[in-house]
């Protein structure tokens, strides 16, 4: 009755030494250089959050490691981190993948060596940062997919050869910061044929909007509000026909607006005001279309293909006529504006929501 118990013991300490031997082997424990980069990392981005002291980095918080123990996802949003991004050992971390930085308070530049070393990198977030500087020549690898830089306080132009290597881009957002030059249009010409998102407003972006956007057949959403951009839309942007939203709220654009808009039959919101186009109507819109001095007889316009559309602002132009009966089959029409123009009659909306 003693010897049982015994060899259940035996067997039991056996078992415990064979997984003390094998466990270790098979967690994922981050490698030595690794852990120092990262740890050199945490003493330039002071934060009073992090706690890294344990010996194996792969658990530390915000910090992911693959099979073989490489740093490859490093998410610390809103972790108050401050510091200077650059030169910093996060350039020693090759096979970080993700990367979100966003909404604290690094600054410094994206430095070209330290920005290329990252070439594995499909998501970039440091968008709410205090980072400046121009961009480097190049986005550091084709695997990126999601690049926002947003709301910080980059300057210069995009470099022409910066999406090169992007073939696999889908969404890039680089609003509320100080770039000028022109709106890099090509960017679906050669590369990034997955492109959805593209956010260029708030900036200091001028001259004309070079064809290319219409190659872009994946686009849902194009805003450039808050820049300087002149001339004439270029006709290819009605071959975006996935668009969902375009905003050009706050530029210098002219001319008129081309009759091929009823291509663009997913458009949700249209925010061309602030701009001076001018002529007639085309045969339908949706639309932010204020102080544009816009004319013609509205209750011609058609509005029967717009039915994604949601916003109809109108208001402050010279339309003349009655309000079209095709408005009724806006379905998704959910605010409308059409007062300071020369409208007939009382126009009656209680067909909207
Ligand atoms: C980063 O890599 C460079 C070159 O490989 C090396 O000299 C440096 O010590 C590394 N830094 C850290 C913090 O590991
Ligand atoms: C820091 O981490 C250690 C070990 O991982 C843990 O024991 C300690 O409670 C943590 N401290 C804070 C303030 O989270
Ligand atoms: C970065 O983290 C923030 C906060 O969790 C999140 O809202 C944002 O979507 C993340 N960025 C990306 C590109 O996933
Ligand atoms: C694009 O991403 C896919 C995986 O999502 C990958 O297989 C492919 O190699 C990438 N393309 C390029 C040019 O890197
Ligand atoms: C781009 O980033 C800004 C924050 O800086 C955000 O407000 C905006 O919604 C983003 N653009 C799009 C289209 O999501
Ligand atoms: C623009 O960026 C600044 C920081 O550079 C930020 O404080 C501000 O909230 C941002 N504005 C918007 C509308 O996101
Ligand atoms: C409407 O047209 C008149 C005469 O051309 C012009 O004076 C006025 O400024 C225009 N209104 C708007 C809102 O553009």
């Not at 994922?28 to 003493?43: D, F, G, N, P, Q």
């Not at 209750?299 to 029967?304: G, I, N, P, V």
Request: glycine share 6%; proline share 4%.
């Amino acid at each position: 009755m003693l010897v049982q118990p015994y060899n259940l013991m035996a067997q039991g300490f056996l078992l415990f030494l064979l997984f003390s031997y094998i466990i270790p082997t098979n967690i994922l424990a981050c490698k030595h250089t690794e852990r120092s980069s990262l740890l050199s990392l945490a003493s330039t981005l002071s934060s009073p959050l992090l706690n890294w002291t344990s010996m194996d980095c792969c658990h530390w918080k915000g910090i992911t490691c693959n099979q073989d123990g490489w740093v490859t996802h490093f998410l610390l949003p809103s972790k108050g981190l401050k510091g200077g991004l650059s030169p910093s050992p996060l350039g020693n971390l090759t096979h970080l993948t993700h990367l979100n930085l966003s909404h604290n308070s690094l600054y410094g530049s994206l430095e070209t060596h330290f920005f290329l070393s990252l070439n594995r990198l499909e998501i970039l977030d440091l968008s709410y940062n205090r980072l400046s500087g121009e961009l480097p020549l190049s986005l550091p690898s084709s695997n990126i997919r999601t690049v926002d830089l947003s709301s910080n306080h980059f300057f210069g132009a995009i470099p022409s050869s910066f999406f090169q290597q992007a073939s696999n881009l889908t969404s890039f957002n680089v609003s509320n910061n100080t770039f000028k030059g022109y709106v890099p249009s090509s960017i679906c010409l050669h590369s990034s044929p997955f492109l959805r998102l593209l956010d260029f407003s708030s900036n200091e972006f001028s001259g004309n909007l070079a064809p290319g956007l219409g190659k872009c057949f994946e686009l849902q959403v194009f805003h450039a509000s808050h820049n300087n951009i002149s001339g004439l839309l270029p006709e290819d942007i009605y071959n975006a026909t996935k668009l969902e939203e375009l905003a050009f709220r706050l530029n210098s654009l002219h001319g008129a607006i081309n009759d091929k808009i009823v291509n663009l039959t997913n458009l949700a919101i249209l925010d061309l005001s602030f701009n001076h186009f001018r002529g007639e109507l085309p045969l339908n819109l949706e639309l932010h279309v204020q102080f544009n001095n816009l004319k013609g007889d509205i209750s011609k316009l058609d509005f029967s293909r717009l039915s994604q559309l949601t916003k109809l602002d109108l208001r402050h132009n010279n339309f003349t006529g009655t309000v079209p009966v095709s408005l009724y089959s806006c379905r998704s029409l959910k605010a409308i504006g059409l007062s300071d123009n020369h409208l007939e009659g009382q126009y009656k909306l209680r067909f909207f929501h």
